[in-house]
């Protein structure tokens, strides 16, 4: 297994394109999590997936983002109409059972950039 | 959720040990105290978590408080690549288990 994958490593749009990444978890990983992450800030917290089910999503998450986790496994984060503003690094992170127990391993994340 | 203080910055030389404060006053008797770092570039890093205990693992020591309102991670002997920001993070197990970070402690390591 080689840990959490996500896709593209970069991305750079125009501002008001669509952009979709994509992260494949541990596979034995039941829960799925996705951040964000601005330069010299911490990483926010934006939803989670439990199998499929997506069971929380922050305030972060504007009705321009959606997020999927088909049958349990890989999962993808769309951004419709980007903004300058939604340049910043997105993580995913996957755990076995509760992250609260057991830790979370994270992806080296996707690095947007709307100019 | 319950928050954390950290110091912005700290600097260690090569090879002794360091030991990373963290301030949790509010801590809840469920909470974990977890520590991530983060590499330039890359995702955090799982390091270790404790909820009473002190613990030990391959990258380091956990020293817990009595009081639980603080604890102090312990890099044994600091090399190169652990300079790096180092989070600490209170988890509340529940139905979700994210992870609330804050800006964290930049380590700088000189050799």
């Known amino acids: 297994d080689t840990g959490v994958s996500q896709n593209p490593r970069h991305k750079i749009t125009k501002r008001g394109q669509n952009v979709t990444f994509r992260c494949d978890p541990i596979s034995e990983h039941n829960r799925l999590y996705w951040y964000r992450q601005t330069l010299g800030q911490g990483p926010e917290f934006l939803t989670y997936?439990?199998?499929?089910?997506?069971?929380?999503k922050s305030r972060l998450l504007s009705d321009r983002f959606s997020a999927e986790r088909p049958k349990g496994s890989f999962s993808t984060l769309e951004i419709q109409r980007t903004e300058q503003g939604d340049s910043a690094m997105y993580l995913c992170?996957?755990?076995f059972g509760a992250g609260g127990l057991y830790g979370y391993t994270f992806g080296s994340g996707t690095r947007l950039t709307v100019v | 959720d319950a928050k954390t203080t950290q110091p912005n910055s700290m600097e260690s030389n090569e090879e002794e040990p360091v030991h990373l404060p963290c301030n949790h006053s509010?801590?809840?008797?469920?909470?974990?105290i977890h520590w991530y770092r983060q590499l330039p570039s890359q995702g955090p890093e799982y390091v270790i978590h404790?909820?009473?205990s002190n613990v030990n693992n391959r990258m380091a020591s956990l020293a817990i408080a009595e009081d639980r309102k603080s604890s102090t991670l312990i890099l044994h002997r600091a090399t190169l690549r652990d300079a790096a920001v180092y989070y600490c993070i209170l988890s509340s197990p529940g139905a979700t288990n994210k992870l609330i970070f804050g800006t964290g402690t930049l380590l700088a390591v000189q050799p």
């Open positions: 509010t801590i809840s008797g469920t909470d974990y």
């Open positions: 997936f439990q199998n499929e089910a997506q069971l929380e």
């Open positions: 992170a996957s755990s």
């Open positions: 404790g909820l009473t």
